[in-house]
C-alpha cells in the first residue's frame, strides 16, 4: 500500500507565494510522473503540472511563469512553488503519483489534498 500526503496548504493574500509539498511512502519501488491538480469549488478538478523521473516538466498553460514544480526522488517528493498568487488560484490541491510497487504493478495514487486560499 502506498500513502500520498500533501501539505504546505494556507491563507495568503493575492500576490503572495506558498510552497505545496507532497510525499509518497509504502510499499514503493520507484515513482514516475508526479503530478499536482487542483479543484476550485463548484468546478472541476483541473491538471496544473507534472514532472517524470527524469526531471522533464510540463505545465498548464496558464500557469506557466508562476508556478514551478520540482521533485526529490530520494524523497518521494514533489513540490509545488506558486508565487504571485491570484484570487482564482484558491482551490484544493491534489498530487498524484505513478508508483511502481513493489509488486511490480504501476498504480496511480491520490492525496487527500490542500486547501490553498487565496484573500485580501
Known amino acids: 500500500q502506498v500513502l500520498v500526503v500533501e501539505s504546505g496548504g494556507g491563507l495568503v493574500q493575492p500576490g503572495g507565494s506558498l510552497r505545496l509539498s507532497c510525499a509518497a511512502s509504502?510499499?514503493?519501488?520507484?515513482?514516475?510522473?508526479m503530478g499536482w491538480y487542483r479543484q476550485a469549488p463548484g468546478k472541476q478538478r483541473e491538471w496544473v503540472a507534472h514532472?517524470?523521473?527524469?526531471?522533464?516538466?510540463v505545465y498548464a498553460d496558464s500557469l506557466k511563469g508562476r508556478f514551478t514544480i520540482s521533485r526529490d526522488n530520494a524523497k518521494n517528493t514533489v513540490y509545488l512553488a506558486m508565487n504571485s498568487l491570484k484570487l482564482e488560484d484558491t482551490a484544493v490541491y491534489y498530487c498524484?503519483?505513478?508508483?511502481?510497487?513493489?509488486?511490480?504493478?504501476?498504480?496511480?495514487?491520490w492525496g487527500q489534498g490542500t486547501q490553498v486560499t487565496v484573500s485580501s
Open positions: 509504502g510499499s514503493i519501488f520507484s515513482i514516475n510522473t
Open positions: 498524484n503519483a505513478a508508483v511502481y510497487e513493489s509488486t511490480g504493478y504501476l498504480r496511480h495514487y
Open positions: 514532472i517524470t523521473r527524469g526531471g522533464i516538466t
